[in-house]
């Protein structure tokens, strides 16, 4: 793939200029229309659409980030270290957004830059969303819906049962991620990838995605997982689930005082490394200004290399 990841890397450092440049004027929060942008590194899965969905795939920015909604075609984006850095490892990034959007750039580009700068090898997944309304306004006053519900949630007692959020079918969403593990083992020698090191790591929903893939997939062989700031309620761990990385804020709403999928792994026998830090809120990806959780990434690097996934495990 001569010059692939270059030609990307030119053209998400083009719209991340664009978003930023209009930055200050979207410090409220405001939802602005965005311009598609072009992905010409994005592999079509064919996985099919999205039934219902009659509105076609828009993007828009809140907080200078640009994002996704209405995809009903799923793609896989590779980010491919430079040549001679690779180690063989390669993560699926799975973007969060409630299943109605996707974080394209702040749990997406710049999470799979951060890995192919270690040497990994790092795909996003566009996985298929929930349909929206198809006007940006009405879109906007659905999203501030749901954030409310979510703070109402939060700021409910802690001795009263957490409100579960929407239960969503992932039948769709599974089936892009089995797509997209299939397309790495099929091209995992032109990509340099080592079977048994292949992980996904997911934030938000893209943690719900990554953890359903753990818990009900019969085709992907996750050598690894990391859900960062995702569900933390119980769950029925399999007897070969894979080692799995944990982060999340205390003051993040999805947290709530809760600890029980943590404590699922560890009562599973099953080893997990978790990370609560004392701010960070929901959604920072690699990091918001002045929060503790700013060095999670650092801690997820080391984390696969004490416990492997970055060496040749064939000696060669």
Request: proline content about 7%.
């Amino acid at each position: 793939m001569p010059d692939t990841f270059t030609n990307f890397k030119k053209i998400a450092s083009l719209v991340f200029l664009l978003v930023f440049t209009a930055s200050v004027k979207a410090q409220d929060g405001t939802i602005y229309p965005l311009e598609n942008p072009v992905e010409p590194n994005a592999i079509l899965l064919g996985t099919g659409g999205v039934a219902g969905q009659n509105a076609p795939e828009t993007w828009f920015r809140q907080w200078g980030d640009p994002m996704a909604r209405n995809i009903s075609t799923a793609t896989l984006t590779p980010f491919l270290p430079e040549p001679g850095k690779a180690n063989g490892a390669a993560v699926i990034v799975a973007p969060g957004g409630g299943f109605r959007w996707l974080s394209m750039g702040n749990e997406g580009w710049e999470v799979a830059q951060a890995l192919a700068d270690q040497g990994i090898a790092a795909f996003v997944l566009k996985y298929r969303l929930q349909p929206t309304p198809e006007s940006l306004e009405d879109f906007g006053e659905s999203m501030n819906r749901s954030f409310a519900a979510a703070a109402n949630t939060s700021n409910s007692s802690q001795n009263a049962a957490p409100t579960s959020p929407p239960r969503w079918d992932l039948t769709n969403q599974l089936e892009d991620a089995e797509a997209a593990y299939a397309m790495i083992v099929e091209r995992a020698q032109e990509w340099g990838v080592d079977l048994s090191r292949i992980g996904m790591i997911g934030f938000s929903a893209g943690a719900g995605l990554t953890m359903h893939c753990t818990l009900n997939s019969k085709s992907m062989e996750l050598a690894f997982i990391g859900p960062i700031y995702g569900g933390m309620g119980p769950v029925e761990v399999p007897a070969n689930a894979p080692p799995m990385f944990n982060v999340i804020a205390t003051d993040d709403f999805l947290f709530r005082g809760q600890f029980g999928v943590v404590e699922s792994w560890f009562n599973a026998g099953r080893p997990v490394e978790f990370h609560l830090y004392q701010n960070g809120g929901h959604g920072f990806g690699l990091g918001n200004p002045n929060r503790t959780s700013n060095r999670w990434f650092d801690a997820f690097i080391h984390w696969l290399d004490v416990n492997g996934f970055l060496n040749d495990k064939s000696g060669a």
